[in-house]
């Protein structure tokens, strides 16, 4: 009894400081990867749901596991973004981020019931632009950076079915740099530059999901989780002011804004075709159409002009296919594939968030030793090439319009241990 309680203190201990401390840098928007063993199998594990990463795709599938479990991965994402004019101007960048997922799962004494909490990165984005660059007075830099702390709850209310729920507990900062052009109003004038950025910030959310086993060899796994708000709070500033423009050489104002994340719901099915071969496809919805716009309030009236971003998104859907394949008691093999749908229209399309249709590709496997197993997937996304044609960057006299190519490489590492 002491060991096991020694065993569960440093679990703990171990899930604050990694999933607490670790910096988050991300790299796309919405993110679709959660789980080394998930990821491997392209995120197709509504249905299937038997690791930490349940609290994620469908915390139903907790009641699967039998003991208690700690389990922590990184995701390291690489993109490659190029951006061409219609005049053949154009810049490349390439950038690193890292997103840590961590996972514990408690061990009580009943087989009806189980609560896990988990610590990751549901949405964000990260894109640097150069200050020197034809994008720089769209954007030169902006993060949006999420967390969530996700307690969730499981029960099991027969042999066939179990349910859960969880509580979403966000925290969301975000940061956007550009340069001002004042070399359109003041000839020679040298560029300004804007800076925003807010304080943390705070929402509440929350997720279910159902599990059922339809037999011994097919299931299906439904899931959803909330729409929620960040209000955003913070300074904006512009810097570099020439003489003679308003506010030089410097002006420094409160902003304020409200930015609404959607909804997704989940529905998976998994089919073991033997004790060695699994196959899941899921369908994943999320309802961006709510969010049409985003208006950033300055304060005092006057210094700046309140600022209507225009967002006009569709719903987005993801189809994804895993397979895993179990080599023996110790090795298994996983492969996958998914589309993505593009939610941005084209109309009002931002350099801040290059993106469109993906189509992403796994491969992973894992080791499994008594109780501790180690995860490595690979992954190569590609996003369909973008031609843009719009009047984004016309209030600044600038243009974004030409062709936007990305690819994004990423490589997962995780590790689980059942105690």
């Known amino acids: 009894m ?15 400081v990694i999933g607490v ?41 907790l009641t699967q596991i039998k003991e208690g479990l700690f389990q922590e991965e990184v995701f390291f994402v ?20 890292m997103l840590p997922n961590t996972y514990l799962v408690a061990n009580p004494e009943s087989d009806s019931w189980k609560f896990g909490i988990g610590i990751y990165v549901p949405f964000g984005s990260f894109t640097e632009w150069s200050e020197n660059g034809p994008l720089r007075y769209q954007a030169t830099y902006n993060s949006l950076d999420t967390v969530v702390i996700n307690p969730s709850l499981a029960f099991k209310i027969n042999e066939d079915i179990s349910v859960g729920l969880g509580a979403d507990i966000y925290e969301g900062q975000v940061v956007s740099r550009k340069m001002v052009n004042y070399g359109r109003t003041i000839p020679g004038a040298a560029d300004g530059f804007y800076e925003l950025i807010s304080e943390k910030t705070y929402a509440l ?11 011994e060899s097919n299931r299906i796994g439904v899931s959803y989780r ?13 810097s570099n002011i020439p003489t003679g423009a308003p506010g030089a050489p410097r002006t420094k104002v409160e902003a304020k804004a ?23 496809a899921d369908v994943h919805w999320i309802n961006w159409s709510q969010h049409s716009s985003v208006l950033i309030d300055f304060e005092p009236e006057g210094v700046f002009t309140d600022t209507f971003i225009a967002k006009d998104y569709s719903d987005a859907f993801i189809y994804k296919l895993g397979l895993e394949y179990l080599l023996n008691d110790k090795f298994s093999l996983r492969t996958g594939c998914a589309y993505s749908s593009e939610p941005v229209p084209a109309a009002t399309f931002d350099p801040a968030n ?13 080791y499994k030793k008594n109780n501790f197993r180690a995860e490595m997937t690979l992954a190569a996304t590609f996003f369909s090439d973008r031609y843009v044609d719009n009047s984004v960057g016309a209030s600044s006299g600038t243009s974004i319009n030409g ?4 690819f994004i490489p990423q490589v997962t590492l995780g590790v689980n241990w059942r105690f």
Do not use: C
């Not at 796309?28 to 995120?43: P, Q």
């Not at 290059?354 to 894992?366: C, Q, V, W």
């Open 21 to 61: 401390f670790i910096p988050r840098v991300e790299a796309r928007f919405d993110i679709i990867d959660h789980g080394a063993r998930a990821s491997g199998r392209a995120g197709a594990f509504v249905a299937t749901a038997d690791d930490g990463s349940a609290i994620y795709y469908n915390p139903a599938g």
């Open 354 to 366: 290059p993106s469109n249709r993906r189509y992403s590709f796994y491969f992973g496997g894992g």
């Open 258 to 280: 409200k930015y609404k994340f959607p909804d997704i719901f989940m529905i998976g099915y998994a089919h073991e075709f033997s004790d060695k071969l699994e196959m899941e």
């Open 205 to 215: 959310g929350y997720n279910l999901g159902l599990l059922y086993n339809i037999d």
């Open 78 to 97: 690489f993109r490659y973004s190029k951006y061409e004019s219609p005049a053949g101007a154009g810049e490349k960048i390439t950038q690193v981020a």
């Open 403 to 406: 062709t936007y190519k990305t």
């Open 2 to 16: 002491i060991v096991l309680k020694k065993k569960i203190q440093i679990a703990v201990f171990s899930f604050i």
């Open 226 to 238: 909330s729409r929620f708000s960040l209000y955003f709070d913070g300074n904006a500033t512009i």
